[in-house]
């Protein structure tokens, strides 16, 4: 019977699923946004283990893809005072910016390898509010992902949230995924 929908009776009731050609035929476009923190890392592995979860079969299928983008905020004019030749030092810090993007972005390819997630990786450069909000809109993303440091409403106010820019500004739904909670003794 095409188009049916098969129920699935758990613990919170039953629940209707999708036909299995429905399944197979739909893709959703994740965007994830990573830095070097604890938190972003969470958020993949979130990501990995509830959204993107799939029966494994040891192949990558279209269905599981995100697009990992890391966002290298362009050094401040100010940090390099004239009056002497600063390439030197602009080429050295533009080349460790660059190295610790790959870093970065190769530590989360390899974990969406294992899962056996397809996954494609950007750099960019600027605000990384910005530049995430502007990625999601030129890449129609279904599904934004990013981690939230939990910082509390005074920093928050004074630095700024990444996490809560996107929630209010980037045109598709927002998933912020907050650090686990530590278990004390």
Not at 36 to 48: K, V
Not at 70 to 79: G, I, Q, S, T
Not at 101 to 111: D, G, H, T, V
């Amino acid at each position: 019977m095409e188009g049916s929908t098969t129920e699935t009776t758990t613990g919170l009731g039953t629940v209707a699923a999708p036909p299995p050609e429905f399944e197979k035929s739909t893709s959703m476009h994740v965007l994830l946004a990573i830095d070097d923190s604890d938190e972003s890392f969470n958020a993949l592995q979130w990501l990995l283990d509830n959204i993107l979860k799939r029966p494994h079969t040891g192949e990558m299928d279209d269905y599981r893809v995100v697009t990992i983008v890391h966002v290298v905020e362009p050094l401040p004019h100010y940090a390099f005072p004239g009056g002497y030749d600063t390439y030197p030092v602009m080429e050295s810090t533009n080349k460790s910016q660059e190295q610790n993007a790959a870093r970065i972005l190769s530590k989360a390819y390899e974990m969406c390898r294992e899962k056996s997630v397809k996954a494609k990786t950007l750099v960019l450069e600027g605000d990384p509010k910005d530049k995430i909000c502007q990625t999601v809109e030129e890449m129609n993303i279904d599904l934004l992902v990013v981690g939230s440091r939990g910082l509390g409403q005074i920093k928050r106010a004074f630095l700024g949230s990444v996490s809560d820019y996107c929630a209010h500004h980037a045109k598709c739904p927002v998933l912020v995924v907050k650090p686990p909670i530590k278990k004390t003794h």
